[in-house]
């Protein structure tokens, strides 16, 4: 269960889907060569942050009909087969235009490519984290915080009207963190920071060593253009008045 640029052996390749979803029951044929019980292969798996359980009630209709079973499902980031979406945002011309935009990214200094575990990770966490987490007070809220996977992104809208996409690009050593806020730029400043201190966390135990800087990049209708100012230089600029 490597990242999807490392090779796993060919007959488990079957496991791969558009959701990255396999069934807990599919794993036993994966570890037939251990005297591991079912249960306790799935926990090391969770523990170890290869996969998560994916509560079916959060699944989309089209979804559970897809993968109609009483079985538990597992959320595999590296086994994602869907290509990049055209348009996850799907904004109009004129949304575009009175939305508020921000684009981070974190960009490696010296490498050149992004660990395969480390873009894994991102992808796990936050899924778990932004995406899945909700309380029972939210139950009414729950079919609004949905998201679109694909191979190297994520997609997903909050309740409080701010979309944000996740991809990597690891040929450019990249992590991008684009956010578009229908709702004015107080719920973007409010849960941005905290998506970015999540990709943050996970470069520093994934790739501690590794040389990054953070950028800002204009958003011109709804996409990332070629202007860009460095965090901290927009830092000193700020505190020298």
């Not at 060919?10 to 029951?25: E, Q, R």
């Not at 060593?209 to 460095?230: D, R």
């Amino acid at each position: 269960f490597a990242p999807k640029s490392v090779e796993f052996p060919m007959h488990h390749k079957d496991l791969a889907n558009k959701f990255g979803l396999v069934l807990s029951s599919e794993l036993d044929h994966v570890f037939e060569f251990t005297s591991l019980s079912p249960k306790l292969i799935k926990e090391l798996l969770i523990s170890m942050e290869f996969c998560h359980p994916v509560d079916s009630s959060l699944l989309r209709d089209e979804i559970r009909s897809l993968l109609a079973t009483q079985d538990e499902w597992l959320y595999f980031p590296s086994l994602v087969s869907q290509d990049t979406p055209s348009n996850p945002f799907g904004s109009s011309p004129s949304d575009v235009q009175s939305c508020v935009w921000l684009c981070w990214e974190l960009r490696g200094l010296e490498y050149p490519f992004l660990s395969p575990r480390f873009q894994h990770s991102i992808f796990l966490r936050i899924a778990h984290k932004f995406i899945q987490t909700v309380t029972d007070d939210q139950e009414s809220q729950i079919l609004q915080h949905s998201c679109t996977v694909w191979k190297n992104g994520i997609f997903w809208s909050t309740v409080h009207e701010v979309d944000f996409q996740v991809q990597t690009f690891s040929s450019k050593a990249t992590v991008q963190v684009l956010v578009c806020s229908r709702n004015g730029i107080l719920p973007l400043m409010k849960e941005a920071p905290k998506v970015i201190q999540e990709v943050m966390k996970m470069k520093e135990h994934h790739c501690p060593n590794m040389k990054t800087v953070s950028v800002l990049v204009k958003v011109k209708s709804g996409i990332p253009s070629g202007v860009q100012a460095a965090v901290s230089s927009i830092i000193k600029t700020v505190e020298k008045g």
